[in-house]
């Protein structure tokens, strides 16, 4: 969750999180996370409803997956969807060469991996800076929530230049999308 992109936690949902906290005394510690992102996951959805009702877009980022806290770039190597292409949870985004990636205690100079999404909608765009070498972090996409937002995307991207509308897309994205990385095979 990033906290720079999230408004401050309603108070209605304070005594949900009390209780939450209460009960995991007594809770196997696997459950008390589950149901935490849980909450979490609902305050979200309130806030991207919110900012859609109020004529804001709630559209996600994607980010340039940080493996391990030792991993600097990766280069893109191949998208697994298309522009426009519908995205669902578990689908694979795409595959990264990542540069000093920490494996088992050792530093690994290059390594395959392979991003999955964790959230829904549409691949709106590929950043023109997500070609070569990308900073660990650094956005490289945006995924739309639905068609009527993806056309709106595709539409700004037109009339702006590609620096100006990666600005824009940054700025006013609700949040980064959740993701999961699979080990591929070794580069050289």
Same mark, same amino acid.
């Given at each position: 969750?990033?906290? @720079?992109?999230?408004?401050? =936690? %309603?108070?209605?949902?304070?005594?949900?999180?009390?209780s939450? *906290?209460? !009960?995991? @005394?007594?809770?196997?510690?696997?459950?008390?996370? /589950?149901? /935490?992102?849980? $909450? &979490?996951? #609902?305050?979200? #959805? $309130?806030?991207? #409803?919110?900012?859609?009702?109020?004529?804001?877009? *709630?559209?996600?980022?994607?980010?340039?997956?940080? &493996?391990?806290?030792?991993?600097?770039? !990766?280069?893109? +190597? !191949?998208?697994?969807?298309?522009?426009s292409?519908?995205?669902?949870?578990?689908? =694979? &985004?795409?595959?990264?060469a990542?540069?000093?990636?920490?494996? /088992?205690?050792?530093?690994?100079?290059?390594?395959?991996?392979?991003?999955e999404?964790?959230?829904?909608?549409?691949?709106?765009?590929?950043?023109?800076? @997500?070609?070569g070498?990308?900073? @660990?972090?650094? %956005?490289?996409?945006?995924?739309?929530?639905?068609?009527?937002?993806?056309?709106?995307?595709?539409? &700004?991207?037109?009339? =702006?230049?590609?620096?100006?509308?990666?600005?824009?897309?940054?700025? +006013? !994205?609700?949040?980064?999308? #959740?993701?999961?990385?699979?080990?591929?095979?070794?580069?050289?």
């Amino acid at each position: 969750l990033h906290k @720079a992109a999230m408004p401050p =936690l %309603p108070a209605h949902f304070i005594p949900v999180l009390r209780s939450l *906290s209460s !009960s995991c @005394a007594s809770t196997p510690l696997r459950i008390c996370p /589950f149901l /935490f992102k849980t $909450v &979490l996951n #609902n305050y979200e #959805n $309130v806030v991207a #409803n919110s900012l859609r009702k109020n004529g804001m877009r *709630s559209h996600f980022t994607i980010p340039c997956a940080k &493996l391990s806290p030792t991993h600097t770039t !990766s280069t893109i +190597t !191949s998208w697994s969807q298309s522009i426009s292409a519908e995205v669902e949870c578990y689908d =694979l &985004l795409y595959t990264v060469a990542a540069k000093n990636v920490e494996k /088992f205690g050792d530093v690994e100079e290059s390594q395959e991996m392979i991003i999955e999404t964790c959230d829904d909608g549409y691949l709106a765009v590929i950043f023109e800076s @997500a070609s070569g070498e990308v900073e @660990a972090g650094a %956005p490289i996409g945006i995924i739309a929530e639905d068609e009527e937002e993806l056309d709106s995307i595709q539409n &700004l991207s037109q009339s =702006l230049s590609p620096v100006e509308f990666e600005k824009e897309m940054i700025k +006013t !994205s609700s949040r980064p999308i #959740n993701w999961h990385a699979y080990l591929g095979g070794k580069k050289d």
